[in-house]
Every structure is written in structure tokens, then in C-alpha cells.
């Protein structure tokens, strides 16, 4: 089965510092995995996706995520973070097998608070 | 252009009742989901249509009832509402279900409150 583990609930940085957002994953099949952005109020945006062409992924508004295999890591990156990043990251693995074809199993989310 | 709207994006009710969302999109995808979350922002997967075909019923009580009457709306009937209803629920959609690189497209929610 796939599962998506989002290493820390909450990060809170200045505006202007590195953001880091951890994602590792677990998966019998090459994975998809993508980063989903959730504003307030908001449905889910998407950010960058992965799907085993470049392990390093450029996204939307400046963010990047590295595929790592070794790791089974997909971190979530961006040099200098601005206010209007505040939101909720998702770290999404596709699902594939019998019971889960179709599914996006979603990590429990991180809060990304950007303090002036 | 909204590309998946739901209606309506507010919903607060008495237990015991019966609602239903639409939820339409104008990307011409094949693949319609209804997912979940939780107070905690947690999302799971509820149902999913392909082309008018049910694919993915998860464990869900079966008070909830989806229906798709072409491949470009995906609505979400409740019945007798309960209080662990309250949630949002989001609307997305897919051109595939069946290619795992496929990005879902979600709408706004609906942020159902039961009282």
C-alpha cells in the first residue's frame, strides 16, 4: 500500500528565510507524488508534481521539490519565503494496485505559518 | 472561468435532514471525485466517477449517495444528517483515473455544519 508521511505538522519562518516542508513516502510502484497548496477557505491548488522524469521538480510561485529515492523523500523547498505563503502543504503519493487505483493518499498536511 | 464549482459553498442544517452539493467542471475530464476533510484537515477519498460510471465507493455510510448524470457534474446527496457530518467536502476531477500522474483539479468546498 502507499502512504505519504508529512514530517512536521507545523513550520513557522520569517519572511524572506528558506522554506522547508519534509514529505517521505511509502510505495511499492515507481510513485507519482505531488504538493498541493491550501489556502483559507480555498480548495486545493496545485503546486509541482513528480512522475519519474527529473527528480528535482520546479512548481508554481517559486517552489521546488527533490525526488530522492534513497530517501524516499520528497521535500518541499523555496528560497525565500513571502506572506502569501502561509497555507496548508499536502504531500500527495498516487495510489495504484487493485484496491487503490484512482486514489491520491494525502499526507496529514503542514501548517506553513510566514511571520513578517 | 471556475473550472470545478460547487454549490453551495455554505451549508448549515438541523441533524435529521436531507442536502445534497453540485458540483460541475468545464475541463472536459472523464473522472469526477468526492472527497472529505475533517477538522483536522485530514482528506480522504469518498466516491469516484468515470464517465458516469461509479469506480471508487470507499467505507462510507450509506446515507451518502453520489450521482452522476453526465461526466461534467458529480453531485452528493446526505441523508438524515448527523452530527460527525460536519466537514468540508471537495469536489475534483481528473482527465484519467487510471494514469497515477494525473493531477486532480479541486473545487472550493462546501463547508457543511450541522446543528
Known amino acids: 500500500a502507499q502512504s505519504v508521511t508529512q514530517l512536521d505538522s507545523h513550520v513557522s519562518v520569517s519572511e524572506g528565510t528558506p522554506v522547508l516542508l519534509r514529505c517521505n513516502y511509502s510505495?511499492?510502484?515507481?510513485?507519482?507524488l505531488f504538493w498541493y497548496v491550501q489556502h483559507p477557505n480555498k480548495g486545493l491548488q496545485l503546486l509541482l508534481k513528480?512522475?519519474?522524469?527529473?527528480?528535482l521538480v520546479k512548481g508554481i510561485n517559486g517552489f521546488e521539490a527533490e525526488f530522492k529515492k534513497s530517501e524516499t523523500s520528497f521535500h518541499l523547498t523555496k528560497p525565500s519565503a513571502h506572506m502569501s505563503d502561509a497555507a496548508e502543504y499536502f504531500c500527495?503519493?498516487?495510489?495504484?494496485?487493485?484496491?487503490?487505483?484512482?486514489?491520491?493518499?494525502f499526507g496529514q498536511g503542514t501548517t506553513l505559518q510566514v511571520k513578517p | 472561468d471556475t473550472a470545478v464549482s460547487q454549490t453551495p459553498k455554505y451549508l448549515v442544517t438541523q441533524m435529521g435532514n436531507d442536502k445534497s452539493i453540485k458540483c460541475e467542471q468545464n475541463?472536459?475530464?472523464?473522472?469526477m471525485y468526492w472527497y472529505k476533510q475533517d477538522s483536522k484537515k485530514f482528506l480522504k477519498i469518498m466516491f469516484s466517477?468515470?464517465?458516469?460510471?461509479?469506480?471508487i465507493n470507499e467505507t462510507v455510510p450509506n446515507r451518502f449517495s453520489p450521482k452522476s448524470p453526465d461526466k461534467a457534474h458529480l453531485n452528493l446527496h446526505i441523508n438524515s444528517l448527523e452530527l460527525g457530518d460536519s466537514a468540508v467536502y471537495f469536489c475534483?476531477?481528473?482527465?484519467?483515473?487510471?494514469?497515477?500522474?494525473?493531477?486532480?483539479?479541486f473545487g472550493d468546498g462546501t463547508r457543511l455544519s450541522i446543528l
Open positions: 475534483a476531477s481528473s482527465q484519467d483515473w487510471t494514469a497515477g500522474n494525473q493531477p486532480q483539479h
Open positions: 510505495s511499492s510502484y515507481s510513485p507519482s
Open positions: 513528480y512522475t519519474s522524469a527529473a527528480t
Open positions: 500527495v503519493v498516487t495510489g495504484y494496485g487493485s484496491s487503490n487505483t484512482g486514489k491520491l493518499i
Open positions: 475541463l472536459g475530464h472523464d473522472t
Open positions: 466517477y468515470n464517465n458516469k460510471e461509479l469506480i
